[in-house]
Nanobody
């Protein structure tokens, strides 16, 4: 059974930083992409960033590319999201996701395994 477990969320002041981690287990396929999404209260789920098995990264918006950095440690089956210069509008539940199908990492609708999320709260 595939499990994705996020950690590293918390409460920070605007301008601060957090590093989210996602530990993957139970997946035996040839994983294609891992990604981070977020969902703010009252809003839909939003893609943040993705990374391919080979390490190529992509970001859903230029504003995120400048402040967020996705990385991975294949030996540990882990994916990370370094978030700097955090803003109150970054407040959301952050989810880790895995895409098992043969699609490009920016195919945000194709992610089929999800973690339970970790809460990030940024105060002004």
């Amino acid at each position: 059974q595939v499990q994705l477990v996020e950690s590293g969320g918390g409460s920070v002041q605007a301008g601060g930083s957090l590093r989210l981690s996602c530990a993957r287990s139970g997946y035996t396929g040839s994983s294609n992409c891992m990604a981070w999404f977020r969902q703010a209260p009252g809003k839909g789920r939003e893609a943040v960033a993705a990374i391919s098995a080979g390490g190529a990264s992509s970001y859903s918006a230029d504003s995120m590319k400048g402040r967020f950095t996705i990385s991975q440690d294949n030996a540990k089956n882990a994916v990370y999201l370094q978030m700097d210069s955090l803003k109150p509008e970054d407040t959301a539940m952050y989810y880790c996701a895995l895409m098992s199908g043969p699609f490009s990492c920016g195919s945000w609708q194709k992610y089929d395994y999800w973690g339970q999320g970790t809460q990030v709260t940024v105060s002004s």
